[in-house]
């Protein structure tokens, strides 16, 4: 059974910085690419940032393009979001999804194969 699951969110204040994960099972990871979305109140979901299993390569949202960071966890079921510098407006429910094979750029939320529930980040002081 697939199964993608995050963990990591909470509060932060502005500056601050968060680690996001999001565990995989039930399918090879390393042959999707695998996305971070996020979906604020009253707004759509967005992509966040992209990591292809096959080559590495990563994507990013011009809103968080230099500080965020996605990776490989220790092992190939784990992907990483780093988070620095948080902004009020970085809050919202932050996602994991997946599409078989590789992708250029950030995929659109119909195009994803699996999501995750969802973790919630807050960004206040």
């Known amino acids: 059974q697939v199964q993608l699951v995050e963990s990591g969110g909470g509060l932060a204040q502005p500056g601050e910085s968060l680690r996001l994960s999001c565990a995989g099972t039930?399918?090879?990871?390393?042959?999707?690419?695998i996305g971070w979305f996020r979906e604020a109140p009253g707004k759509e979901r967005e992509g966040v940032s992209c990591?292809?299993?096959?080559?590495?390569?990563?994507y990013y949202s011009d809103s968080v393009k230099g500080r965020f960071t996605i990776s490989w966890g220790n092992d190939k079921n784990t992907i990483i979001l780093q988070m620095n510098s948080l902004k009020p407006e970085d809050t919202a429910l932050y996602y994991c999804?997946?599409?078989?094979?590789?992708?250029?750029?950030?995929?659109?939320?119909?195009?994803?194969?699996?999501w995750g529930k969802g973790t919630l980040v807050t960004v206040s002081s």
């Open positions: 999804a997946a599409i078989k094979g590789r992708v250029f750029g950030l995929p659109g939320t119909y195009a994803m194969d699996y």
């Open positions: 039930g399918f090879p990871m390393d042959y999707y690419a």
């Open positions: 990591i292809i299993g096959r080559d590495g390569s990563t």
